[in-house]
């Protein structure tokens, strides 16, 4: 599976922004996708995951109520919507691939299978 992140930019704060992630390979189906973000000086985080037929999602509490993470298995994407950002969701942010069977979204994506390139997100305060 391969992964493109797309959609970043800047953006000023209380503003939105919505990332793309799409993945060519077989099986996209198949896998938990999860979407994580690096800031400066800061170790990559954890911020959203969703299942396989997307019916369970979860998010890390800092972006809970605002970010929204979706996926099309027919086009092999997903969406992460983000609303009201703050100054420090600026980060370059990742998609990421998992596929572990039996294990929850944040075990499959504590070791993820495949990640794609990352796009950066600014929000200016």
């Known amino acids: 599976v391969q992964l493109q992140a797309y959609g970043g930019g800047l953006v000023q704060a209380g503003g939105s922004l919505r990332l793309s992630c799409a993945a060519s390979?077989?099986?996209?189906?198949?896998?938990?996708m999860g979407w994580f973000r690096q800031a400066p000086g800061k170790e990559r985080e954890f911020v959203a995951a969703?299942?396989?037929?997307?019916?369970?999602?979860t998010y890390v509490d800092s972006v809970q109520g605002r970010f929204t993470i979706s996926r099309d298995n027919a086009n092999k994407m997903v969406y992460l919507q983000m609303n009201s950002l703050k100054p420090e969701d600026t980060a370059v942010y990742y998609c990421?691939?998992?596929?572990?069977?039996?294990?929850?979204?944040?075990?499959?994506?504590?070791?993820?299978?495949?990640w794609g390139r990352g796009t950066q997100v600014t929000v200016s305060s």
């Open positions: 990421a691939a998992g596929l572990r069977p039996g294990a929850t979204l944040i075990a499959t994506m504590k070791t993820p299978n495949y």
């Open positions: 390979g077989q099986f996209f189906s198949s896998y938990v």
């Open positions: 969703i299942s396989k037929g997307g019916g369970a999602t």
